[in-house]
């Protein structure tokens, strides 16, 4: 399989940055690993006038081709990235406006708006600065993923196979951070493991 991790955190001692790390480590025991690291590429997030205007002709920016053909080679795309402002960082919004663009990630059929980018898995990883309620958990991390998740991958056709939501990671001990790894990473493997089956 191909294991494409979208990355997007702009210090190398953040808990995202271990994280992808670690889940780039074991990933790559059994698959083909692509990281795409969002900040040290110096990914322009803004979508243009002119970019949609060229869109709308069919020529595409060389930037979003070369990230639309790691997207078409990948069989799993896991995003990390921080909550900032109960989104995701600019740079990653801005990947997502260029890169799944019309055309490429949705397009209009006879039925409707129809997602082009089926067969795909998605796993999303989120850290936090905030404690998780009972409350947030029933309703807030719902809602943060149907909007980061469902309504943009879910619309074009992938499928959102789990959400992690980190909490508190300004003040995890090493200890809680390495706790949260180490299940991110089991995930994985039993994961690996029905997909190869
Ligand atoms: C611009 C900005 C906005 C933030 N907004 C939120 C937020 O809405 N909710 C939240 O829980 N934490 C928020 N935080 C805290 C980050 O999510 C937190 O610093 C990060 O997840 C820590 O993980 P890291 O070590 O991977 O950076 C924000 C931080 C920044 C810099």
Not at 71 to 78: G, K, L, V, Y
Not at 102 to 120: E, K, N, S
Not at 163 to 189: L, V
Request: charged letters at 25%; aromatic letters at 14%.
């Amino acid at each position: 399989m191909t294991h494409l991790i979208v990355y997007a955190h702009p210090s190398s001692d953040s808990f995202s940055n271990k994280l992808v790390n670690s889940i780039k480590s074991y990933s790559e025991t059994l698959n083909k690993v692509v990281v795409r690291d969002l900040y040290a590429m110096g990914f322009n997030p803004v979508l243009t006038k002119k970019e949609l205007e060229e869109l709308k002709k069919g020529v595409l920016s060389e930037d979003v081709d070369r990230e639309q053909a790691y997207i078409e080679e990948a069989d799993i795309i896991s995003f990390v990235y921080p909550l900032w402002w109960a989104s995701f960082p600019a740079i990653l919004k801005g990947y997502i406006d260029r890169v799944f663009s019309y055309g490429f990630a949705y397009r209009a059929g006879v039925d409707g708006i129809q997602g082009q980018l089926t067969g795909r898995g998605v796993v999303m990883h989120t850290s936090m600065g905030n404690g998780i309620t009972k409350d947030d958990e029933e309703n807030l991390l719902p809602n943060f993923t149907d909007t980061q998740g469902h309504q943009v991958f879910g619309f074009c056709d992938m499928e959102v196979m789990q959400h992690f939501f980190y909490p508190q990671i300004m003040t995890a001990t090493e200890e809680e951070k390495q706790g949260y790894i180490d299940n991110t990473i089991e995930y994985y493997k039993e994961l690996f493991i029905s997909e190869r089956n």
